[in-house]
């Protein structure tokens, strides 16, 4: 199980910090990602991590504006996500999937096999 909170109403320009915590096992045991989805729209992949691996991969559309981060002590998987802007307003779900997920999987949905309530974000004046 997976329970995402941080979410909110901000405004264009602002940052917000969403965090995913993982019950029962270590986050650095999976391939962990973000996927929101805005209404009317399809889900979209946001950012993944795989841990084993030390990599993160973004959506171009957050590239530069988002961050992806772990925090051991915790067990948490946080979303630093600054420069928000309108378009980012969706749901957002933190994720979880194989520890070695190959790269081609990582922004598709169904490869993941645990999935959080999600989060809403609106980012409006």
């Known amino acids: 199980q997976l329970q995402a909170s941080g979410g909110g109403l901000i405004q264009p320009g602002g940052s917000l910090r969403l965090s995913c915590a993982p019950s029962?096992?270590?986050?650095?045991?999976?391939?962990t990602a973000w996927f929101r989805q805005a209404p009317g729209k399809e889900r979209e992949f946001v950012a993944a991590s795989r841990w084993s691996r030390g990599d993160k991969t973004y959506a171009d559309s957050v590239k530069g504006r988002f961050t992806i981060s772990g925090d051991y002590a915790k067990n948490t998987v946080n979303l630093e996500m600054t420069s928000l802007k309108p378009e980012d307003t969706a749901v957002y779900y933190c994720?979880?999937?194989?520890?070695?997920?190959?790269?081609?999987?990582?922004?598709?949905?169904?490869?993941?096999?645990?999935w959080g309530q999600g989060t809403q974000v609106t980012v409006s004046s």
């Open positions: 994720v979880a999937g194989p520890r070695s997920l190959i790269t081609s999987s990582l922004r598709t949905p169904h490869y993941y096999d645990s």
């Open positions: 029962g096992r270590s986050f650095s045991t999976y391939t």
